[in-house]
């Protein structure tokens, strides 16, 4: 094995066929670069998990088959992480308080609290009460390659400004979480949902603030409703537990367009995951924006 995927879901609901399908290109596309895979729980904004999601989700994958062959990791038990990561960026001068509300400014933050609320190295920074953002003053443009969408360029400033790395609230935010986590897990290939690509500026701008890694990605097609509507992990009529999980695998393969036969859907989830390692090709995604999930979720006929 060499180099490692991995699945992030959050526990905010049952997982539906958009989750299902990004799974199934992560997983797929980790075993095809001889990479293993792993899943962990991003659970770091606690105040919208769900309880007994997360066991949903496990249980979920598991009847379709996935199987990943290191513990979760939680993201609310690695605090400790996210504040060393912290200590990181304050020492490098990066760090400020800021006590701005969403009415205070438009746009991306302009940076107004990034002079007075500088953290010197070793202050205090206290637990909770006020946020506390990363300086992207000397940031230029960040360079990253997305492997299925081509070379994206974003200025950070445009797109996020001077971002939040902990809320004040006092939980770490989702940016920070991400790129801690991939680099202590070991995680080399990013394969997740379109929704995420406008946000990988400020990881790969992360990364190198905190000297970690950097990493591959690849952002999946967003899966919409057959109205083109965004699928909603809390509709339960999107959901697809209730499904047989081969028929669940068919659906997901036939939306990655790798143009599984009908007769799949009959087999076990082990023979359609055979199939499905020996041609993955993830190709027909490439620079593909949406995929139309179909109306019903009836299992094909034949
Ligand atoms: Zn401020």
């Known amino acids: ?20 399908t990004t799974a199934l290109a992560s997983c797929l596309q980790a075993a095809a670069t001889g990479a293993d895979w792993i899943v962990r729980l991003e659970d770091v904004d606690q105040a919208r998990s769900i309880p007994g999601a997360a ?13 990943w062959p290191t513990p979760v990791v939680f993201q609310s038990n690695s605090s400790q992480h996210y504040e060393f990561a912290l200590d990181t960026l304050q020492n490098k001068g990066l760090l400020y308080r800021c ?18 609320g500088r953290l010197a190295p070793g202050e205090p920074r206290g637990a909770t009460g006020v946020a506390l953002r990363l300086s992207t ?20 400033t445009s797109v996020a400004g001077d971002f ?53 990605y690849a952002h999946v097609p967003l899966v919409t409703a057959s109205d083109g509507s965004k699928l909603s992990k809390s509709s339960s009529s999107e959901a697809i537990a209730h499904l047989p999980p081969a028929h669940a695998l068919w659906l997901a393969l036939q939306l990655l367009r790798q143009h599984p036969p009908q007769a799949l859907s009959r087999w076990t989830t082990a023979q359609i995951w055979e199939w499905a390692y020996a041609r993955w090709n993830p190709d027909p995604l490439r620079g593909v924006e949406t995929l139309q999930a179909p109306a019903v979720y009836h299992p094909p006929q034949h």
């Open 1 to 20: 094995m060499s180099g490692r995927g991995r699945f992030a879901p959050s526990p905010t609901g049952d997982l539906h066929l958009g989750s299902l």
């Open 55 to 67: 066991e949903h989700i496990f249980s979920a994958l598991t009847s379709w088959g996935f199987h």
């Open 99 to 116: 006590g701005c509300g969403r009415s205070d400014y438009q746009g991306p933050y302009p940076g107004t609290c990034r002079q007075r």
């Open 137 to 156: 003053a000397t940031a230029d443009s960040v360079h990253w390659q997305d492997e299925w969408h081509g070379t994206a360029s974003p200025s950070l």
């Open 164 to 216: 939040v790395v902990r809320r004040k609230d006092g939980f770490h935010a989702y940016q920070l979480a991400v790129v801690v986590d991939d680099a202590r897990q070991g995680v080399t290939q990013v394969v997740r949902g379109r929704d995420l690509m406008e946000q990988t500026a400020q990881q790969r701008y992360l990364q190198d603030a905190l000297g970690l890694p950097h990493v591959s």
